[in-house]
């Protein structure tokens, strides 16, 4: 079946500007992550979706960063005024439900640069 | 969760089975094993994950030992296309906490010479 798909795949913007990317996870998923990879580093998590529940934004570096998940499906989240060290592969997840014995799978990510 | 210990890098032939270790000498009793991987520029990738028993897929073997200490993970007939960086990572398995945040150590570099 499908898997998580990202988009844009890459994006390239200006220092200022606001972008959005968008997730749609795995069909009947009600999991949804976010995470972001800097070059060479690890994963970052930024923030978790689980159905109907508030989301934990804890992993949000700052006010600019915000993210909405529609109808309990597809995900966009938005950096505003973006800056030079928001660079970075934004990555989302989804698992059929949020517990240890279940994997989450990953999309291809959004490769973000900003200039 | 439990530490994870995985050597730096691998080689392996194509062709050949790939076993990457993994030391977790810690672990609970209510800690799975997971395996992803990540290819270059790629999103990390879901292989296989395990409690207690040995589990196989279609991509791959996991074999814990009896103490669950430790595991291997079996690429039975690895490709050039298996060049990656293998994480094993330990995760409880109650949904308790905020424990879904996933981390990667510095994993192993598995490199499939021709």
């Known amino acids: 079946g499908a898997g998580v798909s990202q988009s844009p795949s890459n994006k390239v913007t200006e220092k200022g500007k606001d972008v959005e990317l968008r997730c749609d996870p795995i069909?009947?998923?009600?999991?949804l992550y976010w995470y972001r990879q800097s070059l060479g580093q690890g994963l970052e998590f930024l923030i978790y979706?689980?159905?109907?529940?508030?989301?934990?934004k804890s992993g949000l570096p700052s006010d600019r960063f915000s993210a909405e998940r529609t109808g309990g499906s597809v995900s966009t989240l938005t950096i505003q005024r973006t800056q030079q060290e928001d660079s970075a592969v934004y990555l989302c997840?989804?698992?059929?439900?949020?517990?240890?014995?279940?994997?989450?799978?990953f999309g291809p990510g959004t490769r973000l640069t900003v200039l | 969760d439990a530490k994870t210990t995985q050597p730096t890098s691998m080689d392996c032939a194509e062709g050949r089975a790939a076993n990457l270790p993994c030391n977790h000498s810690t672990i609970s009793g209510n800690e799975y094993v997971y395996w992803y991987r990540q290819i270059h520029s790629q999103g990390p990738q879901y292989i296989i994950h395990g409690l207690k028993n040995n589990e196989t897929n279609e991509m791959a073997s996991l074999i814990i030992t009896e103490d669950r200490k430790s595991s291997t993970l079996i690429l039975p007939h690895a490709t050039l296309r298996d060049t990656a960086v293998y994480y094993c990572?330990?995760?409880?398995?109650?949904?308790?906490?905020?424990?879904?945040?996933?981390?990667f150590g510095k994993g192993t570099l598995l490199t499939v010479n021709p």
């Open positions: 990572i330990v995760r409880v398995a109650d949904s308790g906490g905020s424990n879904y945040k996933l981390t």
């Open positions: 069909s009947g998923h009600t999991a």
């Open positions: 979706f689980q159905g109907n529940s508030a989301p934990d």
């Open positions: 997840a989804s698992s059929s439900r949020w517990s240890g014995s279940t994997a989450q799978y």
